[in-house]
């Protein structure tokens, strides 16, 4: 089993910054990947970022593109995710998520074994 431990949310305004942070802790020999999924209150949980430990290769959903930054470090089982000029549409719930090797698409939520508990952000207009 891995465990995901998730901080750094809260509550910003509009053009703000918040940086997030998940520690992968337990049987994390066989990640190869950590992200994160969003969700927001009456919507479905999207795929936000995620990166492939071994190559610091990067996925970014087309929303935060240009905005958002994930990055890793593979020798503490952490990632992060920096997130700049935030918008009252990025409010969520935000999970940190890890696999157990073999991914391929990094976006799909499928490929994901290990889930946080989740943290809030909130952007206020």
């Known amino acids: 089993q891995v465990q995901l431990v998730e901080s750094g949310g809260g509550l910003v305004q509009a053009g703000g910054s918040l940086r997030l942070s998940c520690t992968a802790s337990?049987?994390?020999?066989?990640?190869?990947?950590m992200g994160w999924f969003r969700q927001a209150p009456g919507k479905e949980r999207e795929f936000v970022a995620a990166?492939?430990?071994?190559?610091?290769?990067?996925y970014y959903a087309g929303s935060v593109k240009g905005r958002f930054t994930i990055s890793g470090d593979s020798a503490k089982n952490t990632v992060y995710l920096q997130m700049n000029k935030l918008e009252p549409r990025d409010t969520a719930v935000y999970y940190c998520?890890?696999?157990?090797?073999?991914?391929?698409?990094?976006?799909?939520?499928?490929?994901?074994?290990?889930w946080g508990q989740g943290t809030q952000v909130t952007v206020s207009s």
């Open positions: 337990g049987r994390t020999f066989r990640t190869s990947a």
């Open positions: 998520v890890s696999d157990r090797g073999g991914s391929y698409y990094y976006t799909r939520e499928y490929e994901y074994d290990y």
């Open positions: 990166t492939k430990l071994s190559d610091g290769r990067t």
